[in-house]
């Protein structure tokens, strides 16, 4: 039997296993919402990636939580104040988890251990209608704002809650 994953927040140390959770949450989550090639670049720099999580990190850590399993990050969720001029408040940056933690409930731990049940915003891909579902049972709901995400190119919306 498998332990379940044991959620923290996250520190320094996090950066490698959490830049490698995150490129592979992306190839998992976005494979067909995002073209191959730009998906592969944007995932292959595995050392930047590592390099920018040391760096969030050191400066943001409060901002981040990880779930761990056996040492290694599975999952991680980050919030912090708001980016969009419109709409202050805490803004949802990131919510993943590995494909096969998906249904399991983690990811939704993971969101209240980044925001609870405060108000709050996030940016979720037009195409990715099972994050959009799963946020809608957090209580989000699109506000009709829509954007082109500049790194992959493909549309996005902003969903809400109000807590």
């Known amino acids: 039997m498998m332990m379940a994953p044991v959620l923290r927040r996250a520190t320094p140390a996090d950066a490698e296993s959490g830049a490698r959770c995150h490129a592979e949450c992306w190839r998992e989550a976005y494979a067909a ?3 191959p090639d730009v998906l592969r670049r944007s995932t292959d720099d595995l050392a930047g990636r590592i390099a920018r999580w040391r760096e969030q990190l050191s400066r943001h850590a409060d901002e981040r939580w990880v779930a761990l399993q056996s040492g290694q990050v599975v999952g991680f969720s980050s919030a912090g104040p708001g980016r969009d001029d419109d709409l202050p408040g805490l803004e949802m940056y990131a919510c993943y ?50 954007k082109d995400e500049p790194r992959f190119g493909r549309p996005e919306v902003r969903m809400v809650r109000d807590g």
Do not use: M, Q
């Open 33 to 35: 919402i995002v073209d």
């Open 97 to 146: 988890v590995r494909s096969r933690f998906w249904g399991s409930g983690l990811g939704s731990c993971l969101v209240r251990a980044a925001i609870g049940d405060a108000p709050a915003y996030l940016w979720v891909f037009e195409a990715n209608a099972r994050a959009r579902a799963f946020y809608r049972k957090h209580g989000f709901v699109e506000d009709g704002t829509n």
